[in-house]
């Protein structure tokens, strides 16, 4: 069967939970299977105010470099097409920092691996929340294509027996939401590969994704599918021609792209979409300041809303120490394995290092908590009572 010569989904070590080799590695694969056009499309990092999330992604201190040894080994490589990009994770208190990476990249992948503060464990309405979540972020213009839309499968053993058609339901409703939204922007939906040499089955005999819930629906919607090795170590990529078969195997007749590029084959109405959203969403600070002021009950008076930024201080310091002491014990641990030195050495180095980051990512979201504590303290004498809430409400919500 004929194989897309594309993959746009490709990892690096510097997200933490990928082989730890050279960029360079990974090119030279692609080059050796014949591929004519790829994207490196690390995990985005956090924002300069989130405590960083070492096993997961970069911290923003790596972007600079990333960028650059992308760019490089694409300078060096002219006999194959080279992007970069980020997998990305959307919420509004994320959508500057994604118009940031957006501007220094060639391309962005919507990977909605969580959403904030839903627990997807047990849960038979989550498909619809993330249904919502996924159409919002499509709308920003912010994403080129959508990585594993079924991506939320992978936790499907986990719902109650009672529950099952409920849940089942509401993925078809969830996968049709995202499928038509998708058709109507003209954005992908990807194929993803990652589970494939796993050979993980689940209850219901399919991998936990691509899963045949959600192409049985892109196959009647039509939709735009292309193929994704999400490669995270670079052996994966030999093994392309057998994985693409395995999964089109068990998955109905699909509309699959052969020539595709996110960045020339970008829809004009998602520039146009995009800066409009660029042009109105505010910053980190003011959602995550919202998200606070939000749930301050309206009878709360000064003393009471000092209060709840204090006690919020002190659960950030908990969150702080609790992930460098998990560090340390990583650390201890790698120390006493039989890893061999190089790997040892990397290893403990990451961890070292995240445990600064730590630090500094702390103090920089204590600084916004400490300014509003400073506003609230310098207004209180003049608006006493419930009037500064109702102030700041006015102004966050
Ligand atoms: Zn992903
Ligand atoms: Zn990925």
């Known amino acids: 069967m004929k194989l897309p010569n594309y993959n746009y989904h490709s990892h690096t070590y510097r997200c933490g939970h990928a082989a730890f080799v050279g960029d360079l590695e ?3 694969k692609y080059i050796n299977n014949g591929f004519e056009s790829i994207g490196i499309s690390d995990h985005m990092p956090n924002t300069k105010y989130q405590l ?3 096993r997961s992604r970069m911290d923003i201190k790596h972007l600079k470099t990333y960028l650059k040894s992308i760019k490089r080994i694409k300078k060096q490589n002219k006999n194959i097409n080279i992007l970069i990009g980020f997998e990305c994770e959307y919420s ?3 959508g500057k920092h994604l118009c940031m990476l957006k501007d220094k990249c060639d391309y962005l992948i919507l990977g909605q691996h969580y959403i904030d503060d839903i627990n997807p464990i047990s849960n038979a309405e989550y498909p619809l929340i993330y249904a919502k979540t ?3 972020a499509l709308d920003t213009g912010l994403f080129d294509y959508i990585a594993h839309p079924d991506y939320f499968l992978k936790f499907r053993d986990t719902i109650k027996e009672e529950y099952k058609e409920t849940y ?3 993925c078809k409703k969830c996968f049709k939401m995202i499928c038509l939204k998708a058709k109507k922007l003209d954005i992908p939906i990807e194929i993803n590969l990652n589970f494939i040499n796993n050979i993980k089955i689940m209850k219901d005999n399919e991998y936990p994704y691509p899963h045949s819930l959600l192409f049985n629906i892109a196959s009647k919607i039509g939709n735009k599918c292309v193929v994704g090795i999400d490669a995270h170590i670079p052996s994966v990529i030999d093994k392309y021609n057998d994985s693409f078969n395995k999964v089109l195997r068990d998955l109905p007749k699909l509309n699959i792209i052969y020539d595709y590029n996110p960045k020339n084959q970008r829809n004009k109405l998602l520039d146009k979409k995009y800066n409009i959203f660029k042009k109105n969403i505010k910053n980190f600070e003011h959602y995550f300041l919202k998200k606070i002021i939000k749930k301050i009950p309206y009878n709360s008076n000064n003393e009471e809303i000092l209060k709840i930024f204090n006690k919020l201080k002190s659960n950030l310091l908990n969150s702080k ?6 560090l340390l014990k990583e650390i201890d641990t790698i120390n006493n394995s039989i890893l061999d030195l190089k790997d040892k050495n990397n290893m403990i180095n990451r961890k070292k290092e995240f445990i600064k980051i730590t630090e500094k990512r702390y103090k920089e979201q204590n600084k916004l908590l400490n ?3 400073n506003k609230i303290n310098k207004n209180k004498d003049k608006y006493n009572g419930q009037k500064l809430l109702k102030k700041l409400k006015e102004y966050y919500l």
Not at 321 to 326: A, H, L, Q, S
Request: hydrophobic share 35%.
């Open 26 to 28: 990974y090119i030279n």
């Open 52 to 54: 960083p999330d070492e």
């Open 92 to 94: 509004n208190i994320l």
């Open 134 to 136: 996924v159409c919002e």
């Open 168 to 170: 089942i339901n509401n």
């Open 321 to 326: 120490n609790k992930t460098i002491n998990r």
């Open 371 to 373: 300014n509003m504590i």
